[in-house]
């Protein structure tokens, strides 16, 4: 699993990157070889004004699914990644559960019609 971060409108801190990688490979290491690549994004959209501001963005690209792409904004970077990750991170067990299940299916089905002939 590839994984790509890119500050916007600040500097990425290490702390800030240890935190992302990590919410990541907690989330979705499970899911590693159906994973490509994770971009996140993360972008402070008023610069020094306060308020809900700190946005990221984090796009998974599936092997044979179609991507996720989810966004949080909140007050503080590091909640606005915990909530991103987590919200990505069950979306691709989702994808990746739902698709498993319709395979077994189909494999069933595919059986089950041999069986009739």
Do not use: W
Not at 67 to 83: G, K, L
Request: net charge positive; hydrophobic share 35%; charged share 30%.
């Amino acid at each position: 699993m590839q994984i790509n971060i890119k500050a916007l409108g600040f500097t990425l801190t290490k702390a800030l990157k240890e935190h992302t990688r990590n919410r990541i490979y907690a989330h979705m290491s499970r899911y590693g070889e159906r994973i490509q690549r994770v971009n996140v994004r993360l972008d402070d959209i008023n610069g020094p004004r306060k308020g809900e501001d700190k946005r990221c963005q984090i796009q998974v690209t599936l092997a044979g699914l179609p991507s996720v792409n989810i966004e949080s904004i909140e007050s503080d970077m590091y909640i606005a990644i915990t909530r991103a990750v987590d919200r990505s991170g069950r979306t691709v067990a989702r994808k990746i559960d739902r698709f498993r299940d319709l395979s077994i299916q189909s494999v069933r089905d595919s059986g089950n019609k041999e069986d009739l002939l």
